[in-house]
T-cell receptor
């Protein structure tokens, strides 16, 4: 089946630093999604990307849908302590509604 | 934005008890709902896909008689963990989607299940 490789697995950064994480796949996806999960809660959708090459921002977050449709990245600028959590990428293919999820990137921000 | 409500948020019960978890889409009609299980510091593990009015599709290795799923309406799906044992203790999360070609899943806040 389809699989996503998400990296890095974890990151430890200083407050104010920029962060970058990415997902790659051997399969093509029609939609790329980025979620954030706070401890003890469900994932929340941050950004949805619908076209190859699309670059979308949401506040300090920026994500891009790769031209090949097999990858996506998420950048967080000027990190703050509340950015702590697990970030998941997800791809939507032809199986309507059913996303394939990456294994997550755990972000720790030191004040 | 789309809102999915999951209840209860936390359950502590004795071994052998059956536990029901509800997942509701509050502001849209969800043709498809998903149930996930998540162990500490691990990714989301899909358990089953639930389509309104039909039987759920379970992932390999998930016991359908152990984890009963009902999706009786476009806004409600339930997961019942039957005769729960300590190894069933976990974080269970539901999600809902319109199941159109590019519609993302929206997640509930999860249920922390602890079996004593």
């Amino acid at each position: 089946g389809q699989q996503l490789n998400q990296s890095p697995q974890s990151m430890f950064i200083q407050e104010g630093e920029d962060v970058s994480m990415n997902c790659t796949s051997s399969s093509i996806f029609n939609t790329w999604l980025w979620y954030k999960q706070d401890p003890g809660e469900g994932p929340v959708l941050l950004i949805a990307l619908y076209k190859a090459g699309e670059l979308t921002s949401n506040g300090r977050l920026t994500a891009q849908f790769g031209i090949t449709r097999k990858d996506s990245f998420l950048n967080i600028s000027a990190s703050i302590p509340s950015d702590v959590g697990i970030y998941f990428c997800a791809g939507l293919g032809t199986n309507a509604g059913k996303s394939t999820f990456g294994d997550g990137t755990t972000l720790t921000v030191k004040p | 934005g789309a809102v999915v409500s999951q209840h209860p948020s936390r359950v502590i019960c004795k071994s052998g008890t059956s536990v029901k978890i509800e997942c509701r889409s509050l502001d849209f009609q969800a043709t498809t709902m998903f149930w996930y299980r998540q162990f500490p510091k691990q990714s989301l593990m899909l358990m089953a896909t639930s389509n309104e009015g039909s039987k759920a599709t379970y992932e390999q290795g998930v016991e359908k008689d152990k984890f009963l799923i009902n999706h009786a309406s476009l806004t409600l799906s339930t997961l019942t963990v039957t005769s729960a044992h300590p190894e069933d203790s976990s974080f269970y999360i539901c999600s809902a989607t319109l199941a159109l070609s590019n519609q993302p899943q929206h997640f509930g806040d999860g249920t922390r299940l602890s079996i004593l």
